[in-house]
């Protein structure tokens, strides 16, 4: 592209600028994502509603094209890591601005896993779903997920595994909580490569997620129901 | 890559006819599955592999697998798969015993090269490992898939908690041990190299 043709993002219409804000972090190029962030903001827009029309809509996009066999894993942490610059400009902002907050979350990586793509990808859709997350990283023993669970007063556990090796300790999690009866104050989501539906209904999670869209659509629909039970209790 | 290596990619090994046992294997096991029938005068196996490539597509692995035994089982007395889990999650060993076959114990090949007790005792969670199959072939099952090639700026992302790289040597070859260790620096891993020969392979085809 020659200079003559550069997009000049300030130059942009709030609705020209959001369009063009989607097709960057298609594209993976996070200083421009991170550019616009800083325009929106500078025009007076909520931060909260930076993140969900341009940030969220645009990675919704990102999400819907990685199902269906369009961009592939290279593509998506690539977007991952634009939104990613956004988000970091966003998140002090919605701090302070107490933006809504549909549930909280536990996640991490089970004991013996050091892989942690699909687990951040998570959080981060979680994030921009308006959840809070408290990322406990990698190689994650029992006792870490229950004593976070506890501490943060959080609402769903997430757990993620890479290796075959390494998914059974799953259900070691899920079986601590049943003896400690605390497993029905917790939303269980599972997900990673090998998984699959029979085996997280198996253990005894509450669902699979086969990716990061899905486990955000599961987590809102899992939260409804919690709130539903408690409303009618 | 070679033209066998190539092959067993991206379309695999057709059976030759002879032989009472059918191995089923994986592309990536070819080379080691032939050199022991050599080795050993084991006439009696006849070798199909599927493509390599579904190291990388494990969902593929499992309808293959059972695509392959339907076709082929009034055709031999006995079918052996040579597959561990490979990411199938239990659903390769699950259908395995459903089609009454049986297969090669195990969570992968870098498993049973080791030697599966050795392999669950090492401890090696931060290691990323290599094949004799895998060091010829990084680039096209690892570098390329990843994206590595277009986004080198993706590294950290993928390996970043890796620590060594642990090239598994089924055979002597000097220049395939270079290749890995110049993969590992490329990886900005530690280089560690172990000789383990087939490993639980060879006693798994024995009693095959």
Same mark, same amino acid.
């Given at each position: 592209m020659s200079d003559d043709d550069e !997009? !000049?993002?300030?130059?942009?219409?709030d609705e020209d600028l959001v369009a063009q804000m989607f097709d960057d972090l298609y594209d993976g190029m996070k200083e421009e994502i991170e550019e616009g962030v800083n325009i929106l903001i500078g025009r007076g827009w909520e931060p909260y509603r930076v993140l969900t029309e341009a940030l969220v809509g645009g990675m919704t996009i990102v999400g819907a094209d990685f199902r269906d066999g369009i961009l592939f894993v290279p593509e998506v942490l690539l977007a991952a890591n634009a939104m990613k610059g956004g988000m970091a400009i966003l998140k002090p902002l919605l701090a302070e601005t107490g933006a809504p907050t549909i549930g909280k979350m536990v996640i991490g990586t089970v004991k013996g896993d050091i892989h942690d793509i699909g687990k951040n990808l998570v959080g981060m859709m979680m994030e921009g779903a308006g959840f809070e997350v408290v990322d406990l990283g990698i190689n994650n023993a029992v006792d870490g997920y229950i004593d976070a669970l506890i501490a943060e007063k959080a609402d769903i556990l997430g757990m993620s595994a890479l290796l075959t090796t390494t998914m059974p300790y799953m259900k070691v999690v899920i079986d601590t909580l049943i003896e400690k009866g605390m497993r029905e104050d917790y939303i269980v989501l599972v997900g990673g490569a090998p998984l699959n539906e029979e085996f997280g209904k198996a253990i005894g999670a509450d669902a699979y997620c086969r990716d990061a869209a899905v486990a955000v659509e599961t987590a809102k629909t899992w939260m409804a129901r919690k709130h539903n039970r408690a409303s009618a209790g | 890559m070679s033209d066998l290596d190539a092959q067993l990619t991206d379309a695999g090994l057709q059976p030759?006819?002879?032989?009472?046992v059918l191995l089923l294997a994986c592309g990536a096991l070819a080379h080691e599955i032939l050199a022991l029938r050599a080795a050993n005068g084991w006439d009696h196996l006849d070798l199909q592999c599927l493509p390599a490539i579904y190291h990388n597509h494990p969902e593929r692995i499992t309808p293959a697998i059972s695509a392959a035994v339907a076709a082929h089982k009034d055709s031999y007395q006995r079918i052996f798969v040579v597959y561990a889990d490979c990411g199938t999650g239990g659903l390769l060993q699950a259908a395995c015993a459903e089609m009454g076959v049986e297969m090669i114990s195990g969570p992968h090949c870098y498993s049973f090269f080791m030697g599966n007790e050795a392999f669950a005792a090492a @401890? @090696?969670?931060t290691a990323f490992y290599l094949t004799d199959f895998l060091a010829r072939q990084f680039d096209a099952f690892v570098w390329r898939p990843l994206g590595l090639d277009r986004h080198p700026q993706l590294l950290d992302t993928y390996f970043g908690n890796y620590t060594s790289l642990i090239y598994l040597a089924q055979t002597d070859d000097a220049a395939l041990t270079e290749k890995a260790r110049q993969i590992a620096a490329r990886m900005g891993l530690t280089f560690i190299h172990r000789r383990t020969g087939y490993g639980d392979l060879t006693s798994a085809l024995a009693q095959a």
């Open positions: !997009i !000049i993002l300030a130059d942009l219409n | 030759s006819g002879g032989g009472k @401890d @090696d969670m």
